[in-house]
T-cell receptor, first 113, second 112 residues
Framework: QQQVKQSPQSLIVQKGGISIINCAYE??????FPWYQQFPGKGPALLIA?????SEKKEGRFTISFNKSAKQFSLHIMDSQPGDSATYFC????????????FGKGTRLSVIA | NAGVTQTPKFQVLKTGQSMTLQCAQD?????MSWYRQDPGMGLRLIHY???????DQGEVPNGYNVSRSTTEDFPLRLLSAAPSQTSVYFC???????????FGQGTRLTVV
């Protein structure tokens, strides 16, 4: 049973465009929702994270939108650049039961000039 | 500050061989985890630990053992390697649950 479902699997965006990656979850106990960025040959690194007390969080060109009632959250990359080309993972964890992070299957983003 | 260090970076094993993937962190984090990454499958949890002496199974634990004798180290043992264990393995640590996880650079393992 996949706890976090991520789409699309791959995405091609023109330079300067908006990249949008979506995730959905089932476990209502989840209350921490990070996005990780991974470049080839490297480990994932935290990009931005949100908790359900806010509906949106923005850091530079990266924004997380969170819809608690729909159990969905998404990553928006504004003014996408070739340097943003990477694999992006959404994840979630719960505060109780020592729950580790569970990840989506990832989205490979290619930003073309 | 080294963060999370994984060794080796690359390894080729023959079917049936055993080996240990090493993971060490110098951030005094209580929580450590092992994930494997396969194309199209994302990051799947193998085992995790919430502190020295405490470990638990994740989503795909079969064929792997772990132990946590110190806060710093969390080795992953492959008992009898199989081609299905060909993957990239990542170790991660977190200071407390529900906060940022820090990942190592990964170990690329090939079992032939």
């Amino acid at each position: 049973q996949q706890q976090v479902k991520q789409s699309p699997q791959s995405l091609i965006v023109q330079k300067g465009g908006i990249s949008i990656i979506n995730c959905a979850y089932e476990n209502t106990a989840f209350d921490y929702f990070p996005w990780y960025q991974q470049f080839p040959g490297k480990g994932p690194a935290l990009l931005i994270a949100i908790r359900p007390d806010v509906s949106e969080k923005k850091e530079g060109r990266f924004t997380i939108s969170f819809n608690k009632s729909a159990k969905q959250f998404s990553l928006h990359i504004m003014d996408s650049q070739p340097g943003d080309s990477a694999t992006y993972f959404c994840a979630a964890s719960a505060p109780s039961g020592n729950t580790p992070l569970v990840f989506g299957k990832g989205t490979r983003l290619s930003v073309i000039a | 500050n080294a963060g999370v260090t994984q060794t080796p970076k690359f390894q080729v094993l023959k079917t049936g061989q055993s080996m240990t993937l090493q993971c060490a962190q110098d951030m005094n984090h209580e929580y450590m985890s092992w994930y494997r990454q396969d194309p199209g499958m994302g990051l799947r949890l193998i085992h995790y630990s919430v502190g020295a002496g405490i470990t638990d199974q994740g989503e795909v634990p079969n064929g792997y053992n772990v132990s946590r004798s110190t806060t710093e180290d969390f080795p992953l043992r492959l008992l009898s390697a199989a081609p299905s264990q060909t993957s990239v393995y990542f170790c991660a640590s977190r200071p407390v649950m529900n906060t940022e996880a820090f990942f190592g650079q990964g170990t690329r393992l090939t079992v032939v």
